[in-house]
C-alpha cells in the first residue's frame, strides 16, 4: 500500500521559516517524482513545488527564491523548506505523487502565517 505522511506545519509569524517533510512507503521513492500542493480557503488548489527523480526542480512563480523542495531518497523523505513566510502562504499543505497512473495524497499539514 502506497501512504504519504505530512508533517511540520504550525503557526509561524511573517518573515519566518517552517520546514515540511512527508515520509513515503510503499514505493520504490528514488525514482518516484514528488509534488507539494497547498490550498487556501476559497481558493483552488495549486502545485507549489516539484522536484523530479534526478533532482531538477520547479516552482510556482509566487514562491521562488523562498521555498526550496528538496528529497533524500535514503530517508525516503522529500521536504519543503519555507522561508520569508507571508500571510498570503497560510493553507494546508499536500505532499503528492504518481503511483502508476494514480494520484496519491497525503493528509495534508496546515500552515498558519499570522502575527
Known amino acids: 500500500q502506497v501512504q504519504l505522511v505530512e508533517s511540520g506545519g504550525g503557526l509561524v509569524q511573517p518573515g519566518g521559516s517552517l520546514r515540511l517533510s512527508c515520509v513515503a512507503s510503499?514505493?520504490?521513492?528514488?525514482?518516484?517524482?514528488m509534488e507539494w500542493y497547498r490550498q487556501a480557503p476559497g481558493k483552488q488548489r495549486e502545485l507549489v513545488a516539484r522536484?523530479?527523480?534526478?533532482?531538477?526542480?520547479d516552482y510556482v512563480e509566487s514562491v521562488k527564491g523562498r521555498f526550496t523542495i528538496s528529497r533524500d531518497n535514503a530517508k525516503r523523505t522529500v521536504y519543503l523548506q519555507m522561508s520569508s513566510l507571508k500571510v498570503e502562504d497560510t493553507a494546508v499543505y499536500y505532499c503528492?505523487?504518481?503511483?502508476?497512473?494514480?494520484?496519491?495524497w497525503g493528509q495534508g499539514t496546515q500552515v498558519a502565517v499570522s502575527s
Open positions: 503528492r505523487t504518481i503511483y502508476g497512473r494514480v494520484p496519491v
Open positions: 522536484i523530479s527523480s534526478s533532482g531538477s526542480t
Open positions: 510503499g514505493i520504490i521513492f528514488s525514482i518516484y517524482s
